[in-house]
């Protein structure tokens, strides 16, 4: 979620996770640590929001922000119903 930049800090992306409000293919994770891999898909609570993407690729450091935005793909909610 940092890398991918969803959050600003490493910190927040953990605080995230913690309070239950990230999942990782459905299944809330309580792990900061939860390894992540293409295809999976993220559901995310914040400020703004659910957020839901699919992960398609794994950054080994933080990138910028048009970079970054290639490691995912938002799914619509129109998708979700089908």
Do not use: W
Not at 23 to 47: C, F, S, W, Y
């Amino acid at each position: 979620m940092f890398y991918a930049r969803f959050c600003k800090t490493r910190a927040a992306a953990a605080s995230l996770v913690a309070d239950g409000f990230v999942r990782i293919n459905r299944q809330v994770t309580e792990k900061p640590h939860a390894r992540l891999r293409p295809g999976d898909v993220l559901t995310m609570a914040n400020a703004r929001g659910v957020v839901v993407v699919e992960v398609l690729g794994l950054a080994k450091r933080r990138e910028a922000a048009p970079r970054a935005r290639l490691l995912y793909r938002e799914i619509s909610e129109e998708t979700l119903r089908e």
